[in-house]
């Protein structure tokens, strides 16, 4: 079948690990897996971060990357995948599509039938391909993790990326002031279309925040500790810009802060976002949605980091 995989790893040159070609089918390690005909997929940076190797060792070569995915089950229901798996080899427990196991950047992909939850009336499949990683990550870094609730101010920074224009949505939906910032004065403009308050990185913010959504890591993490309210949550869930930042440990105690990290989330969290995304008609921040026939194109434009919001793969073109 036809598929985009990781034919091996770069470190300096990840475009360069990548293949677009035929795969094996999908194979079931268990009886309760199913297929899933794949109808739309998303990228995410974990794409990148898996062509230079990161989290994807030589052995398991080639890989089909991919995390996101709605499709068609085996009985004809419109799905959406969530992309985590019980891997008792790993020492998280879990594996995320295309660490593990095959992901979802192929015309079917196998997953445990618990992992498949209905596609929301109204949402769209491409919609719905944007929502099971950036989306979920956002969704748990807001709710579980930053007890968004208890805030009333929230800083998002790199607001271009993926996870970032989601929490910025989410936490916009939720009645929150949010403040945003990002590199690029056009992804400002976006922002701020959005309802978020939109900064320059680094910028001093009118008021202290309750909640910090950090995906960008050491470019912006003393902003984020400078920006943070007495008791803030600062939530990291990546760190593209390098994860060893310089911490001023005396501001995380006097201020009383919570650094608090998190990856992915449940199917419960999930399903609740699927409900919340349906019930208050939120919709994924889509930059483009592409043909799988250039998903080439797909990858390299996430690498030059020019993206705002998700970028999507029509596997019906
Ligand atoms: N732990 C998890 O479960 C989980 C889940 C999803 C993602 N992640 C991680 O979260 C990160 C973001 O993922 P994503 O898919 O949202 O990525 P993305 O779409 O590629 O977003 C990256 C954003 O980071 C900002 N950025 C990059 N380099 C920067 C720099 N040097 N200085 C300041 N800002 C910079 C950019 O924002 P501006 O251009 O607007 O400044 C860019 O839009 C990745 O590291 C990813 O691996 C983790």
């Known amino acids: 079948m036809r598929a985009a995989f990781a034919s ?6 990840p475009l360069a690990a990548l293949t677009v070609g035929e ?19 998303s990228l ?8 230079r190797g990161v989290g994807l060792p030589a052995d398991r070569l080639p890989m089909i990357l991919g995390c996101d995915a709605a499709g068609i089950d085996p009985d004809g229901n419109e799905v959406v995948v969530y992309p985590l798996i ?29 992992n498949l939850l209905p596609l929301p009336a109204g949402m769209s499949l491409t919609d719905a391909a944007c929502l099971p990683t950036a989306w979920l990550t956002a969704w748990r870094m807001l709710t579980t993790k930053g007890r968004v609730d208890d805030a ?12 970032a224009t989601a929490a910025v949505a989410l936490a916009v939906a939720m009645g929150k002031r949010v403040y945003a910032t990002s590199r690029d004065a056009a992804k400002r403009a976006r922002i701020a279309e959005l309802g978020a ?5 680094g910028a001093r913010l009118p008021e202290r925040v309750d909640v910090v959504v950090e995906t960008v890591g050491a470019a912006t993490f003393d902003h984020s500790l ?37 990856s ?28 799988f026939s250039r998903i080439g194109d797909a990858f390299a434009q996430l690498h030059a980091g020019t993206v705002f919001g998700k970028l999507v793969v029509d596997h019906t073109a």
Request: aromatic share 4%; charged share 25%.
């Open 8 to 13: 091996r790893t770069d470190a300096d040159n």
């Open 23 to 41: 795969q094996p089918e999908p194979v079931h390690p268990d009886d309760d897996w199913v297929t899933v005909q794949v109808r739309a997929s």
């Open 44 to 51: 995410n940076h974990h794409d990148i971060w898996s062509l």
């Open 86 to 114: 019980a891997d008792p080899g790993d020492p998280r427990g879990i594996s995320i599509l295309s660490e593990h196991f095959p992901g979802t950047f192929a015309e079917r992909v196998a997953v445990p039938r618990s």
């Open 152 to 163: 009333d101010a929230v800083l998002v920074q790199g607001a271009g990326g993926g996870v």
């Open 197 to 201: 308050t939109a900064v320059e990185p």
């Open 226 to 262: 400078k920006s943070a309210a007495p008791m803030a949550r600062i939530v990291v869930s990546g760190a593209t810009a390098g994860h060893e930042p310089t911490v001023n440990l005396r501001r995380v105690f006097a201020m009383q802060l919570e650094i608090v990290g998190t």
């Open 264 to 291: 992915m989330g449940t199917p419960d969290e999930l399903r609740d976002l699927l409900a919340f995304c349906a019930e208050r008609k939120v919709r994924p921040v889509v930059d483009s949605v592409v043909p």
